[in-house]
Each structure stands twice: as C-alpha cells, then as structure tokens.
C-alpha cells in the first residue's frame, strides 16, 4: 500500500460526458501528480500541484483540469469525453528531496476510465 | 527537450538468470534524478530504485541494481537471480534538477515487458 488513495477504481461513462476522479496523497506529500496510461502505452505526464498551486504542466487537454485543495487532496476533472480518452489514470504523490526522500513517486492504485 | 528510451518492447529470461533493461536519456539538465518502476499486471505502479546525477555510485536495492553510464547517458536496471514474480511491465523515467524547487515533469519512457520463464 503505496498510502495514495484514488476514486474511484473503476468508472464507464458514455462521449460527451463529465467525470472527476480524485486523489488522497500521502500524509505528509505536499506534491501531487496526475498521468495518464493508455493502452499499452507509457505513463503520459499531464499536471503537477505543489502545496495548492500548479507548478507544471505536461500534455494536459483544455477539456481536462485539474486542482489540489487546502487538504491537499486533488481532483481532475475530464470533460466531453471522448472514446480515446479511455486510460488508467494515476496520481502519485512525493516527498520533496531534502526532506528524506529522492523526490521518487508513490502512485495510488489508478482509476480505470472506460468512455463508451 | 528531456526524453527516455526504452528499446526493449519485451524480453524472455529464464529463471534465476540475470536481466538487463536498457534506459537512455537525453537531457541538457546537469542535475537530474533517474528512477525505475515495476508494474505487474495488477496495474499499480512500484518504485525500484534511484539514481541522481551526482552520485558517484551505482544504486543498488536487494536484487536491483541500476547501471549508471552517465557519459553515455544510460541508466540501465540489473536484476539478479531473476524469479517468476519479477514478470511485468518495467518504466525507466527521468526528473529533472535535484533541488527542492524542480520543476517537476516527471517522465516515463514507454517501457519494458519482461516475461520470466520456469
């Protein structure tokens, strides 16, 4: 247990819909990261939130967003899906390097998109 | 532009044979970090083991260790004694700078499957 929490695992939604999938990262991880895995594919890098605030930016769609709250938990949100947005998606958490850890990634259990 | 290769879509090993998964990089960042994750088919993600660009040594974790060439820029895993478990996906990725206010893209190369043979 990686201490990152996802919801939901699994979510089948139809075109055109709006889903939000959510993310609890460790106690104590101030940074938290969203990717996206198709199909046999790498891990695609869409956001970075540190301590609230965005702090980069991979290939992130305009229809997809994200946000990180006071509690640290984040959301992404994806909207008007489309079919090819079907993924695993995965967030991850970190310990900031310096602060016992090499800045390595802890991934929660991903939630499994299906669009239809 | 940071970027990570993985030429190796899949590998077959025998049991309790040694396995190398090769990872290059290319990067203009004089720090980074390179790491290693395992996914078996379960799907979750495992963090092998670290490397940083100024370490002297190579990083080793039980069975795994990472073959660091930093003049070729390949950071290659090594994993002894190979066991049936160790069949999954494996992920070279690559973070750029080391200090504590990186700009964090965070990037996956697309990935070895290795299949370990009785």
């Known amino acids: 247990d990686s201490g990152v929490t996802q919801t939901p695992k699994h979510l089948i939604t139809a075109t055109g819909q709006r889903v939000t999938l959510r993310c609890s990262p460790r106690?104590?991880?101030?940074?938290v990261y969203w990717y996206q895995q198709s199909l046999d594919q790498g891990l695609q890098f869409l956001i970075q939130y540190y301590n609230g605030e965005e702090r980069a930016k991979g290939n992130i769609l305009e229809r997809f967003s994200a946000q990180q709250f006071p509690d640290l938990h984040s959301e992404l949100n994806l909207s008007s899906l489309e079919l090819g947005d079907s993924a695993l998606y995965f967030c991850?958490?970190?310990?900031?390097?310096?602060?016992?850890?090499?800045?390595?990634?802890?991934f929660g259990e991903g939630s499994r998109l299906t669009v239809l | 532009a940071q970027k990570i290769t993985q030429t190796q879509p899949g590998m077959f090993v025998q049991e309790k044979e040694a396995v190398t998964l090769d990872c290059t990089y290319d990067?203009?960042?004089?720090?980074?970090?390179l790491f290693w994750y395992k996914q078996p088919s379960s799907g979750e993600m495992i963090f092998l083991i670290y490397?940083?660009?100024?370490?002297?040594q190579n990083a080793t974790e039980g069975r795994y260790s990472l073959n660091f060439q930093k003049a070729r820029k390949s950071a290659n895993l090594v994993i002894s004694a190979s066991q049936l478990g160790d069949s999954a996906m494996y992920f070279c990725?690559?973070?750029?700078?080391?200090?504590?206010?990186?700009?964090?893209?965070?990037?996956f190369g697309k990935g070895t499957r290795l299949h370990i043979l009785p």
């Open positions: 990725a690559m973070s750029p700078g080391a200090s504590m206010n990186r700009d964090d893209k965070i990037i």
């Open positions: 990067t203009s960042d004089p720090s980074y970090g």
């Open positions: 106690s104590g991880d101030l940074s």
């Open positions: 490397q940083g660009s100024y370490d002297q």
């Open positions: 991850a958490s970190s310990v900031e390097i310096g602060q016992g850890g090499a800045g390595e990634l802890f």
